[in-house]
């Protein structure tokens, strides 16, 4: 949406990411999962001293192996949000951890959005890194059909190619 200001076309401000599913994955979930983990393992571990050792091991060595695979899922697609994308027009705001810049369309080189995840990601590749690197990932928009792809991204994707492009 454009708005005009001063007999100027300005870009409306629209954010791009839901900064309460990313505080939500990035925070919450970890604690909650890792919680349920420790308990399973802490009931195994109580139940493995007090009573048949063998027959409690599976709640000792499960939980172990469950950490040690969803830390490493978790690390990369949780961990590597950034916290808010505000889309301004010519370029993204983006804010993580207190830090904030401005990246200009253009100096976009790749966009992935996968629709289909809980959450949607949208992964961007810079042509040259940034403060959060040469990848800027952030959950989508929160979508009432969650099994489409979001419009916005969508006009994000062709306005990224149509600056790549120069037009």
Do not use: W
Not at 40 to 54: A, K, N, V, Y
Not at 78 to 91: I, K, R, Y
């Amino acid at each position: 949406m454009a708005l005009r200001k001063n007999g100027k076309m300005r870009h409306a401000i629209t954010p791009l990411s839901s900064p309460k599913t990313t505080f939500f994955y990035k925070r919450i979930f970890p604690v909650l999962f890792f919680g349920v983990v420790a308990m399973l393992f802490l009931f195994g571990l109580f139940r493995f001293l007090d009573s048949d050792p063998i027959l409690y091991l599976p709640f000792m060595i499960v939980p172990v192996l469950m950490a040690i695979s969803s830390y490493q899922y978790i690390k990369k697609f949780s961990f590597n949000l950034v916290d808010e994308v505000l889309d301004v027009g010519d370029a993204l705001i983006v804010r993580s951890g207190g830090r904030e810049e401005r990246i200009a369309l253009a100096d976009f080189m790749n966009v992935n959005y996968l629709p289909y995840g809980n959450p949607s990601q949208v992964s961007l590749s810079l042509r040259r890194p940034s403060v959060f690197g040469d990848e800027i990932v952030f959950c989508g928009p929160t979508r009432f059909m969650p099994l489409s792809s979001d419009p916005i991204i969508e006009k994000l994707v062709h306005r990224i190619d149509a600056a790549r492009r120069g037009h």
